[in-house]
C-alpha cells in the first residue's frame, strides 16, 4: 500500500497551478485534502505521474457571503464550513450535512472543493449542491466558467470539468423565505459512508402550499439524484403527511435505480429512500412553516 | 507493602510506556542497512501457474533480489502439521499445510508467489508492478457443501477430494433421546467468516549476524519459542543460534499464533541467503488475506426434549471451512463440538463434521477458536424450544444447568488438549440469577417492554449461557530472580499481546516475594531469557504461565526465607516478608532487605555448598493435568429501529466465572474487549468472497470493525469458582468475552420481532440482512 512513484508540484498561485494542469493534461492531478486521492493511491488504483498540491494556494482559500449565497473557496476545509456561524445563517442545508461526511479528523482536512471535485455517488456534498442550486466556478488557463451543480455531475465519479480545469469557487444560494430544509442519512456506522441519504428543500406560498420543492438522494445512484417527478408532484399541494409520503414513495420507486454493495443491496436502499425520502420531506415542510410568517 | 496486591485492580505496570508511545514494536526495529521486503500475491483464489517471470523485476533500480519458489531449493517445503488428529475412533484425516511460496497452483487469493527484495519498501512494491506471472484461472471452491459434490473443483488434486476431516464423537444414545422425546426441533445455523483485525498487522525483522553466527527474529507472534524451534531446524542452525524475539504487539487474537507463516520462512531464509538485515510489515491490505481467519461453519442441528422442557439430547452435523492449507489440525471443529454442550446436562450427544478444504485464505483459532458456533447452536436451539414449549428462555436454561453437586462433570467426548472433555468446576445458577438482577428482566419483560412496544418501538431482551475450556497443558515455565537491587525479574517463555502480563506476573511473583508490583520486572517472550514454552492461545496465560510464576516465587521465598533465617538467627516461621524486607515478626530493627540476601546468595568468596545454587533464583514449570472450565452469562437489551434496521444496545451485561481473579481491572478490559470483538462479529464483521474466491471487501473502508460509538458500557459482575487443577484456583478469561455475543444478538432481536416469530438462524448479521429477515417473516404462511 505505497504509491507509485510521482512528481510534486506546490505552486503558490492559482495561475501557476493553472499552467501546470496545463501542462501535464491528464497526466496531472490536483490533490486538496487528500483524503480520496491519497489512499486510491496507495491501493495504485489512481497512478497520477504529477501531483499540483493546491494546500499552498492562498486565494482558494475563503468563506464569504456575497451575491451567489454563501461562497466557498475549493479549499476551504469541511471543518471550518461545519463550525462555521456564518454557514449555519446562509446555508443551513450544507451546514446540516456537514457532520455526516466522515469523521472529524478527516473533515479537519478534507474540502469542500474535493469532496464536490471528486463526485462520489454515496458523497454528501453533490447531492447538497443540487438542492440548494449551487453553481460551480471552474477555470483552466483559457476559460472560466459558472456550472449548475445540475449539470456539474456526469457520471460515477465524473464531473463536467475538462483535463485542465480546476474548481475554484462554488456559491451556496440563500434559503427563500418560508422555504425549510433538511438532510439525513444511514450509515452502518458514523462516520461511513451512507447506505442511502437525501437533503430537501420545500417552499411554500403565503397560502401555505407549496410552491416549489427540491428532493435530492446519494448512494443510490451513479452520482447525486434528484427526484425531480416526487418534487413536481408535491407543487401546488398542502405538505400533509399522505402528500409527502406519496412523494417519498413515488421517488423510491419510480426515480432511483440502486445498484446493491456489500452493506446494503437494491431493495434495502430503495427502502431506505422511502424511509428517509419521507423524514426530510416532512422536515422540511415543518421547518418552511416555521419560516412563515404568521 | 502491607496491602495485598494479588486480586488488586492495580493500573498496569506497562500503559505509561504505551500509552506514550515508547514501547518497542517490530516495526520500531531499525537496523544499518536493513532491507525491505513485498510480496507479489495472487489476485486469484485458483489457478495454475504457467510461468512467473521476474526478470524484468530484478533490474528495477533498488531491487536487491527477486526469488520464486523455484529459488529456495530444498528449503521449499510445506509447513509443519501442528497438531495431530485427536485420539477419536474412525476418524479421517487429510492433512495439508501451507507453502512458503506457491508452487504451479495458488489456492487462495493473496497465496505469496514471489518476494522481493529492496532498498525501500516503496521500490519493492514498485518491483511488484513488473513481475508477470502467466496463469490458468481454475473455478474456485468457495462454498461449503458445494464443496462436497463429486464433480467439485479440488483446492488438493492429489486428495481426490476436498475432505481435510471427517470426525463423530458420541455420547450416549441420541437415537433413543429420539424416540422418548415430546419434541424435537430441527434446524440450519450459518456462521460466516471474519478476521481478527488487530490493530497492529504482522510484521518481522530478521538479521544474520556474520561475526556472531547468530540469526535474530523479530516476530509479531504469539509464540516465540516455537517459531525459534522450527527456524533452527528448517535453516539447519543450532537453538542457540537463533534468537527470536516478540516485543510488544497491538494484539494477537489467535492468528499471530500460527506457524509458520510463509513470511516468517522466507525473511529468516533471505536474512542468511543475502547476509543481511530483512524487514517486512504486513500492510492492512495484506492482512485481509495473508493472515488466518475464522469462522466459516455451517450446521444441521437438532434437540430432543421433554415437554418440559428437560433436554434429553442433541445431534448436530457441520461443515467447517479450513480455508486453502489447514496447519493448526483440528482444534476448532473440536472446539465447536464440546462447547456445543455449554453449561448443561445433555445425556446424548451425536456430532459429526466435515473439515472442507476450499480457495479461500487459511483458517486457524481467532478468539473464541470454534467455540462461537458451539454456543450458538446450542443457544438458538434452546431458544427455539423455548418459544415451541412457551418457556421463559431463562428458565429452560436454569432448568437444564449441571447442578454444582455435579462437579468433576465429564461430557466423555475429547478435546482439543486430547482429554476427555471435564469439566472441573462450576456454578451456573447463581450467575444467570445475578444477570437476570443487573438487566432487571423481570421489570423488563413485564413493564418496560410492553410500554415501549405501545409505542412503536421494537425492544428485545436476552440471556445465554456459555463455558469455555481454558488454560490448557503442555507447560509454561518461569524463572524469578531477586537482583542484587532488590528488584525482581521475571522470566517466561509466553508472549503478550496486551493482556497486562507486565502487571499480572507481577502480582502473583509479590504475593510470594513481598515487593511492590512496579518493583517487579517481567520480562515475555524472549528466547534468550527463557527457553521454554508452548505460547499464549487458549485462554492460558494466566493459567499455565501464571501458575508456573506462582512455583517459581514460592520457590524463592524459600530461598529468601533459608538465608535469612541464617543472617538473622532467627526461626523462619517468625519471618516475614514485607515491603523488600525480611524481619523478624512484629520486630521491625532486626530485618534485612532482599537486595543484601540476593547479594549473599551470589558471594565472591568462599565456596557453595555442594547441591545448592547460587542467588536467589528458582525456575518452575507448571502443565495442568486438563483445562480449567470458566463460564459466564451474557445479558443484554436491544432497539430496533423499525424503520432502517439500525440497532441500539441499551444495556449489555456480563457475569463471568473465571475462578480466582488476579486482577480485577485487567479482567474487565478482556471482557470490554471480548464483547467488543463478539459486536463486531454478529453484526458488523463479515468477509464477502464471491463465487470465485476474491475477497470483496479487503479493507477497513469496508470491512466494518465496531468503533467506540457502537460498544455500549458493559456492566459486569464475578462469580468466583476456583478451579480445584491449578494452585492459584485462576481458569482462562481471554476469549470469554467474545463466544456468546451471536447468540445474545439472535436471542433479542427474535425477542423484539417475537410478533412475527422471526427467528435469527447466522452470524455476522447487518442492517441489510436484518431487512431482508423480517421481510421474509412477514410474508412467511403462518405455521
Ligand atoms: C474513512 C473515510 C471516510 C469518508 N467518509 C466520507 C463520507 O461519509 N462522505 C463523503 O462525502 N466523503 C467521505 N470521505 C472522503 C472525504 O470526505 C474527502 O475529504 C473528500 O471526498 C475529498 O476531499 P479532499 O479535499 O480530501 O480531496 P482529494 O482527496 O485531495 O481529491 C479528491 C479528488 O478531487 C480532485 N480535486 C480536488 N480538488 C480539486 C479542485 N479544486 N478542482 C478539481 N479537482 C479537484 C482530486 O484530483 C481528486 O481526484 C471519507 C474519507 C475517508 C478516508
Known amino acids: 500500500m505505497k504509491p507509485a512513484a510521482f512528481d510534486y508540484h506546490a505552486p503558490r498561485t492559482l495561475e501557476e497551478a493553472l499552467d501546470l494542469l496545463a501542462a501535464y493534461g491528464e497526466d496531472a492531478k490536483p490533490l486538496a485534502g487528500g483524503q480520496s486521492l491519497v489512499p486510491t493511491m496507495n491501493f495504485r488504483l489512481a497512478q497520477p505521474e504529477v501531483l499540483v498540491d493546491l494546500n499552498s494556494i492562498e486565494e482558494l482559500f475563503f468563506m464569504r457571503e456575497g451575491e451567489g449565497g454563501l461562497h466557498c473557496g475549493a479549499m476551504t476545509r469541511q471543518r471550518t464550513v461545519e463550525r462555521s456561524a456564518m454557514a449555519k445563517q446562509v446555508a443551513p442545508l450544507l451546514y446540516e450535512a456537514m457532520p455526516h461526511i466522515a469523521h472529524a479528523q478527516i473533515r479537519n482536512r478534507g474540502t469542500i472543493g474535493g469532496s464536490l471535485a471528486h463526485a462520489d455517488p454515496a458523497a454528501e456534498l453533490p447531492a447538497v449542491a443540487i438542492a440548494l442550486d449551487a453553481s460551480m466556478y471552474v477555470r483552466s488557463v483559457t476559460d472560466a466558467r459558472w456550472i449548475a451543480a445540475r449539470d456539474f455531475y456526469v457520471g460515477l465519479f465524473a464531473t463536467a470539468m475538462e483535463p485542465g480545469e480546476l474548481l475554484i469557487e462554488v456559491a451556496f444560494p440563500r434559503p427563500r423565505p418560508r422555504s425549510g430544509w433538511s438532510f439525513e442519512e444511514v450509515a452502518r456506522q458514523h462516520g461511513n459512508y451512507a447506505m442511502c441519504g437525501a437533503a430537501a428543500v420545500v417552499e411554500l406560498s403565503d397560502r401555505g402550499v407549496i410552491e416549489r420543492a427540491r428532493l435530492v438522494f446519494l448512494s443510490v445512484g451513479e452520482g447525486p439524484v434528484a427526484a425531480d417527478q416526487a418534487a413536481a408532484m408535491l407543487v401546488g399541494e398542502r405538505p400533509t403527511a399522505t402528500v409527502l409520503r406519496a412523494a417519498a414513495e413515488e421517488a423510491a420507486t419510480k426515480e432511483i435505480d440502486p445498484v446493491g454493495d456489500i452493506h446494503a443491496g437494491p431493495a434495502y436502499r430503495r427502502h431506505l429512500a422511502r424511509v428517509i425520502g419521507e423524514r426530510v420531506l416532512n422536515s422540511a415542510a415543518a421547518r418552511a412553516f416555521e419560516a412563515c410568517p404568521t | ?783
Open chain 2, 1 to 783: 507493602m502491607t496491602t495485598r496486591q494479588f486480586g488488586q485492580p492495580l493500573k498496569r505496570n506497562e500503559d505509561p510506556r504505551l500509552l506514550t508511545g515508547r514501547a518497542l514494536f517490530t516495526d520500531d526495529v531499525q537496523l544499518p542497512g536493513m532491507l525491505h521486503v513485498a510480496f507479489w500475491r495472487s489476485d486469484l483464489a485458483h489457478a495454475l501457474i504457467r510461468s512467473v517471470d521476474v526478470e524484468s523485476a530484478r533490474k528495477r533500480p533498488g531491487v536487491v533480489a527477486v526469488y520464486t519458489a523455484e529459488d529456495l531449493g530444498d528449503f521449499w517445503q510445506p509447513g509443519p502439521l501442528l497438531l495431530p488428529p485427536p485420539p477419536v475412533e474412525k476418524l479421517e484425516f487429510y492433512p495439508r499445510t501451507q507453502v512458503p511460496l506457491a508452487k504451479g497452483m495458488v489456492r487462495h487469493a493473496g497465496e505469496a508467489v514471489a518476494m522481493v527484495v529492496a532498498e525501500s519498501r516503496y521500490l519493492a512494491e514498485d518491483a511488484l508492478d513488473e513481475v508477470l506471472v502467466d496463469y490458468e484461472p481454475l473455478e474456485a471452491v468457495v462454498d461449503l457443501e458445494a464443496a462436497l459434490h463429486d464433480d467439485a473443483p479440488l483446492v488438493h488434486e492429489d486428495l481426490g477430494s476436498n475432505v481435510n476431516a471427517r470426525v463423530t464423537q458420541t455420547k450416549g444414545d441420541w437415537a433413543a433421546a429420539e424416540s422418548e422425546a415430546d419434541l424435537i426441533i430441527r434446524r440450519r445455523f450459518h456462521y460466516d467468516r471474519g478476521t481478527a483485525a488487530a490493530m497492529e498487522n504482522r510484521g518481522i525483522v530478521s538479521s544474520w549476524d556474520e561475526r556472531s553466527q547468530r540469526l535474530t527474529v523479530w516476530d509479531t507472534t504469539q509464540a516465540p519459542i516455537a517459531i525459534r524451534n522450527g527456524l533452527a531446524a528448517m535453516l539447519g542452525l543450532s537453538e542457540h543460534q537463533v534468537r527470536v524475539i516478540a516485543p510488544f504487539i497491538g494484539g494477537g487474537f489467535g492468528p499471530k499464533i500460527m506457524m509458520f507463516y510463509p513470511e516468517e520462512v522466507l525473511l529468516a531464509w533471505g536474512a542468511l541467503k543475502l547476509n543481511c538485515s530483512l524487514k517486512w510489515i504486513e500492510d492492512r491490505e495484506e492482512n485481509f488475506y495473508a493472515t488466518t481467519q475464522e469462522r466459516g461453519q455451517m450446521h444441521d442441528a437438532a434437540i430432543a426434549l421433554k415437554s418440559d422442557g428437560t433436554v434429553l439430547g442433541v445431534k448436530d452435523v457441520f461443515l467447517h471451512d479450513a480455508g486453502a492449507y489447514a496447519p493448526y489440525g483440528l482444534t476448532l471443529p473440536i472446539n465447536s463440538q464440546c462447547t456445543l454442550l455449554g453449561p448443561y446436562v445433555v445425556p446424548n450427544y451425536h456430532s459429526e463434521f466435515t473439515s472442507v478444504f476450499t480457495n479461500k485464505p487459511i483458517v486457524t483459532p481467532y478468539r473464541g477458536a470454534g467455540r462461537q458456533h458451539g454456543v450458538f447452536v446450542m443457544e438458538r436451539l434452546l431458544d427455539a424450544a423455548a418459544r415451541r414449549l412457551s418457556l421463559d428462555p431463562a428458565e429452560i436454561r436454569r432448568k437444564n444447568f449441571i447442578p454444582p453437586e455435579e462437579f468433576p462433570f465429564s461430557n466423555e467426548i475429547i478435546y482439543q488438549d486430547f482429554a476427555p472433555l471435564v469439566y472441573d468446576s462450576g456454578n451456573y445458577e447463581p450467575a444467570l440469577d445475578r444477570a437476570l438482577e443487573l438487566i432487571d428482566y423481570e421489570r423488563f419483560k413485564r413493564e418496560e417492554q410492553p410500554r415501549r412496544e405501545a409505542a412503536g418501538e421494537r425492544v428485545g431482551i436476552a440471556v445465554v449461557n456459555y463455558i469455555e475450556g481454558t488454560g490448557i497443558g503442555p507447560y509454561e515455565g518461569a524463572r524469578v530472580t531477586v537482583e542484587a537491587s532488590g528488584k525482581v525479574s521475571v522470566a517466561t517463555g509466553v508472549g503478550t499481546q496486551g493482556q497486562g502480563h507486565y502487571t499480572s506476573f507481577a502480582q502473583v511473583v509479590a504475593e510470594q516475594i513481598g515487593v511492590d508490583v512496579s518493583d517487579i520486572h517481567v520480562v515475555t517472550g524472549d528466547t534468550d531469557l527463557f527457553y521454554w514454552g508452548a505460547g499464549t492461545f487458549a485462554s492460558r496465560g494466566a493459567v499455565v504461565a501464571g501458575n508456573a510464576m506462582h512455583a517459581a516465587a514460592t520457590k524463592v521465598r524459600g530461598k529468601i526465607l533459608k538465608l535469612a533465617g541464617e543472617k538473622l538467627e532467627a526461626a523462619e516461621e517468625d519471618l516475614e516478608l514485607i515491603e523488600g524486607r525480611v524481619q523478624v515478626k512484629g520486630v521491625p530493627q532486626t530485618s534485612i532487605s532482599l537486595g543484601e540476601l540476593a547479594a549473599e546468595a551470589n558471594p565472591m568468596r568462599g565456596a557453595v555448598q555442594p547441591g545448592t545454587e547460587p542467588g536467589l533464583e528458582a525456575t518452575e514449570y507448571f502443565g495442568p493435568e486438563r483445562g480449567a472450565t470458566a463460564s459466564g452469562v451474557h445479558a443484554m437489551i436491544l432497539r430496533v429501529d423499525p424503520d432502517t434496521f439500525l440497532l441500539e444496545i441499551e444495556r449489555y451485561v456480563v457475569v463471568h466465572d473465571c475462578g480466582t481473579v488476579i486482577n480485577p481491572l485487567i479482567l474487565e478490559g478482556q471482557i470490554q474487549g471480548g464483547v467488543a470483538q463478539g459486536i463486531g462479529n454478529a453484526f458488523y464483521e463479515q468477509l464477502h468472497f464471491d463465487e470465485n474466491g476474491a475477497l470483496r471487501n479487503a479493507s477497513l473502508m469496508d470491512y466494518l470493525l465496531p468503533t467506540a460509538s457502537d460498544i455500549p458500557n458493559i456492566v459486569s459482575d464475578h462469580v468466583e469458582t476456583p478451579s480445584p487443577l491449578n494452585p492459584l484456583g485462576v481458569k482462562g478469561a481471554g476469549e470469554a468475552g467474545a463466544i456468546p455475543v451471536g447468540a445474545l444478538f439472535a436471542q433479542a432481536l427474535d425477542d423484539a420481532y417475537r410478533d412475527i416469530e422471526l427467528e435469527v438462524r447466522e452470524i455476522p448479521l447487518s442492517p441489510n440482512r436484518l431487512f431482508e429477515l423480517v421481510g421474509e417473516a412477514l410474508t412467511r404462511e403462518p405455521a
